[in-house]
């Protein structure tokens, strides 16, 4: 299945092109950096899940990309 093509992949890469625009001039560089680094795993984790050949290895990846969903949340 191509990634590109899935809603919550394009949802995902918008936030994360969000996040990268919102945060730019924030001085908290550690927290810029936590914020920006989570929000980019949960697009790049699901794209690298999805170009996976077993149901093991894409469900760890999508397993983790939601991890990183609360860790932004958090």
């Not at 809603?7 to 995902?12: A, D, E, G, L, N």
């Not at 918008?14 to 730019?24: C, G, H, I, N, W």
Request: charged share 30%; proline share 1%.
């Amino acid at each position: 299945m191509n990634f590109e093509r899935l809603q919550v992949w394009k949802r995902s890469a918008r936030l994360s092109a969000e996040l990268y625009k919102t945060f730019s001039a924030l001085r908290d560089f550690g927290f810029r950096d936590q914020v920006t680094r989570s929000g980019l795993s949960i697009p790049s984790n699901i794209a690298e899940g999805m170009s996976r050949y077993t149901s093991k290895d894409k469900r760890h990846f999508l397993v983790v990309a939601r991890g990183s969903c609360a860790e932004l949340r958090t």
